[in-house]
């Protein structure tokens, strides 16, 4: 295990009485070795620290009595590094929403999908802060953006808009206990920076996994979109830790962002810190908790008063039930799941949400079902998936493909093997139930 490179929590944000842990709240899990150690709070790791903690996860699991780690040195690194790329997503959509020539400005690739500055800028930022903080291990990225626009001879001004977008992101980074480069990366060290996660996965070893922006097309809509990180080791999803900077820590919450975004290009965006308006949330495996702490301008603003254990709906009745799906039916097909959730006598309007924020719903109770059933054809990425299914996992819920077995994250950049389409649900009676539907008519759809 090598160094995890955070700077240090400064002495007065700790006499403030800042989070007790990285949770930001007093955990359950105890620290196994040492025994009298307390647990690592975010951001009192020294530059250079090496211990590796051990944490006895009484949920079960990971990090007892088997001996096996529970990722906290990578739970502390992934949390901050998610929270500085949201600030570079929202200033980025807020240009774009304000129709600022720049970073305002989004792009179509080959695949006519759209990709922004903020797309780029957070693969070059978390490519970047991860490597700073597991400097001695070779750290190895697998993520949906390469550099070739960047690098041609027309993507020129484009670079430099991402080369702003990241320095200015990361010149905050030590307000979240990390480190900035000790001066601005030029558009040569970007470019290595996105190069540099093109791992394609497998069945062996480490590996972060990172969607840079998903939904980008909520996300150039003033919609939602997710920022998602995880690590899989021996092809198995170890930790998921999902950005969602326009997901509000209260549901209720959503209709004032909403407001808020119809109104913005009448008036001037909020001041950094003034609120916050998104949330962060994140599992390791076998824990048998997941949490959720606000989207912050300073880590030193947490407390454990606003970091909160999440958990699914124990709604199991398909009458108050309510299903979630991407927004764009090219992406999942809306008549499929409309008949199944008549089969199952779901009643409620399906919540159609872009990105991994769907995963989000579930996970805190938001939503019961979430399906996607694809195109024939298409073939999901390892990295569209990967955090929020932990996360739903931990939370209590339960993430299949549509034969009921579980996501195969070791076979490369695709989920390779998946069986018509993807069901989670907060318990295993209205999952059962989905799968039996899906069978039933499977044969006459279609897909
Ligand atoms: N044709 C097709 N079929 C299925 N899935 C596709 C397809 N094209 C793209 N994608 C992937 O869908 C990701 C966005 O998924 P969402 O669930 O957010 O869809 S939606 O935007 O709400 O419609 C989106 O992720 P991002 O590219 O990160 O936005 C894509 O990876
Ligand atoms: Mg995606
Ligand atoms: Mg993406
Ligand atoms: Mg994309």
Known sequence: MGSLRLSAWSSSAAARGFPPDWRGRPSRCAPSSPASAAPPALGRLQMGTDRAWQWDCRGGGLGGGGGRRDYAKE??????????????????????????????????????????????????????LLSDCFRDENVSIVAEEDDKTLSSSDGTALLESVVAAVNGCLVEAPKYGLRSPEKNLRA???????????????????????????????????????????LIEDGEVVLGVLGCPNY???????????????????????????????????????????????????????????????????????????????VEKANSSHSFTAGLAHSVGLRNRPLRVYSMVKYAAIA????????????????????????????????????????????????????????????????????????????????????
């Open 248 to 326: 509000p820590m209260k549901k209720e919450w959503l209709n004032y962002h909403q407001r808020y975004y119809r109104l913005m290009s009448k008036v001037a965006p909020p001041t950094s810190g003034s609120w916050n308006k998104g949330c962060v949330m994140y599992a390791h495996k076998g824990c048998g908790q997941a949490w959720m702490q606000p989207l912050v301008h300073d880590f030193g603003m947490l407390n454990w008063h606003n970091s909160r254990e999440i958990q699914v709906s124990s709604v199991s009745d398909p009458v108050s039930a309510t299903f979630c799906e991407p």
């Open 188 to 230: 040569h060290d970007v470019l290595q920076a996105i190069r540099k996660c093109s791992s394609t996965g497998g069945p062996k070893g480490r590996f972060w996994v990172l969607d840079p922006v998903d939904g980008t097309l909520g996300f150039v809509r003033g919609d939602q979109y997710a920022i998602a990180l995880a």
């Open 75 to 128: 739970m502390e690194a992934a949390v901050r590094v998610v929270q500085v790329a949201c600030t570079l997503c929202q200033r980025v959509q807020d240009s774009l929403l304000l129709a600022d020539a720049g970073s305002g400005s989004v792009h179509s690739k080959l695949d006519r999908s759209p990709v922004t500055v903020a797309d780029w800028g957070v693969q070059a930022t978390v490519s970047w």
């Open 364 to 447: 805190r109770g938001d939503a019961e079902i979430f399906m996607k059933f694809a195109r024939s054809g298409y073939k999901e990425k390892i990295w569209d998936h990967a955090a929020g299914v932990v996360i739903i996992q931990e939370a209590g819920g339960v993430v299949t493909d549509a034969g009921g077995r579980p996501l195969d994250f070791s076979r490369g950049v695709y989920l390779e093997g998946l069986d018509r389409g993807i069901i989670a649900c907060s318990g295993a009676l209205l999952h059962r139930r989905i799968l039996g539907a899906v069978d039933a008519s499977w044969n006459s759809s279609t897909l």
